[in-house]
C-alpha cells in the first residue's frame, strides 16, 4: 500500500514537473478583420517560416481569396515551391532530415492556433521570446518554449535579447526594425495563423450577423400575428 502510494506520489510530482512553470504571456491584440495586417503576416510567414514550416489544410487559392490577393501576386510572390494556385501549402523539406537538423521536425502550422493553449497569445509571445543562450545548438532559447530547437529566425529583424537576472528579457542589440515595428510584424503574422486555423471564422460571423436579422424580422411578425389572433378574445 505504502508502494502504491508513493508510486502516485512520484508520477504527481513529474506531471508537475513536465508541466513546468507557466509563464506569463503576452496579450496579442489581433484584428482578424484588418486585411493589410492578414497581408502581411501571409508575406512574412511565406519568407521567414515556410522553409521549415507547412500549412497543409491551406491552398493558396482560398488564402488569395479570402485575403483578397490577386491570384498573379501569390503565383509571383507568395508560391515558393511553384506549385499550382490550388494546391496545399506544403514545403519541400523531408521530415527526417529535418529531425536530424533540429532535433525535431518542424511541425505543420495549420492548426497551431487552436490547439495550443491560448493559442494566440502563446504564439505571439513565443515569436517574442526568443533569447541569447550559448548552451543551446543554434545559440537561442525560448522563454514560452524552453529548449525549443528551431532558431531565431527573425532574429536580423528583431536583433538580440539577453534574459536578465529578474527573468525579463531585454533587447541588447537591436535588428532592422524598432521593437513597435517587430511586435506589428509579430502580430501580423499570428493574426495569419489565427486565420489559417478557422477560415470559415469571419464567414460565420457574417452568417450570424443575417440570422439575427432573420430572427428579428420573424419575431416581429409573429407579434403581429399574436395580435391578430388575439384581439377577438378580451
Ligand atoms: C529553420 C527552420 C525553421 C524556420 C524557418 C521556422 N521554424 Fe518554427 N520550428 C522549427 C523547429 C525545428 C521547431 C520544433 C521545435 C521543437 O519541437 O523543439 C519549430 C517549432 C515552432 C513552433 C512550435 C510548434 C508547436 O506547437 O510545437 C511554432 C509556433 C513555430 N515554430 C513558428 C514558426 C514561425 C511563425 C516561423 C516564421 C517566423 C518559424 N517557426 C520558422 C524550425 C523552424
Known amino acids: 500500500m505504502k508502494k ?12 508537475a514537473v513536465a508541466a513546468g512553470p507557466s509563464v506569463e504571456l503576452e496579450k496579442a491584440n489581433i484584428q482578424p478583420d484588418n486585411l493589410v495586417s492578414l497581408q502581411n503576416g501571409a508575406k512574412l510567414y511565406v ?3 515556410m522553409g521549415c514550416h507547412s500549412l497543409e489544410f491551406q491552398r493558396y487559392e482560398r488564402m488569395a481569396k479570402d485575403l483578397e490577393i490577386p491570384n498573379e501576386i501569390v503565383i ?14 506544403k514545403i519541400a523539406m523531408d521530415k527526417k532530415d529535418a529531425a536530424e537538423w533540429f532535433g525535431a521536425a518542424p511541425p505543420d502550422l495549420t492548426l497551431v492556433a487552436r490547439v495550443r493553449k491560448n493559442g494566440v497569445d502563446w504564439l505571439y ?14 545559440g537561442v532559447n525560448n522563454t ?5 530547437g ?18 525579463k528579457l531585454e533587447l541588447v542589440e537591436q535588428g532592422s526594425m524598432t521593437p513597435e515595428e517587430y511586435d506589428q510584424a509579430v502580430l501580423d503574422i ?8 478557422e477560415p470559415m471564422k469571419s ?8 440570422v439575427l436579422m432573420f430572427l428579428l424580422v420573424l419575431f416581429g411578425l409573429a407579434y403581429l400575428l399574436k395580435k391578430e389572433y388575439w384581439k377577438d378574445v378580451h
Open 47 to 49: 519568407n521567414y517560416c
Open 4 to 15: 502504491i502510494l508513493s508510486l502516485i506520489l512520484a508520477v504527481g510530482s513529474f506531471a
Open 144 to 148: 514560452v518554449f524552453p529548449n525549443v
Open 203 to 210: 464567414d460565420r460571423r457574417e452568417i450570424g450577423v443575417y
Open 76 to 89: 509571383q510572390n507568395l508560391m515558393v515551391t511553384g506549385d499550382k494556385i490550388g494546391e496545399q501549402m
Open 150 to 167: 528551431m532558431p531565431h529566425v527573425m532574429e536580423n529583424l528583431q536583433g538580440v535579447q539577453v534574459k536578465t537576472d529578474d527573468g
Open 190 to 197: 499570428t493574426n495569419f495563423l489565427h486565420y489559417v486555423a
Open 125 to 138: 509571445s513565443y515569436l517574442k521570446g526568443f533569447y541569447r543562450d550559448e548552451t543551446r545548438p543554434y
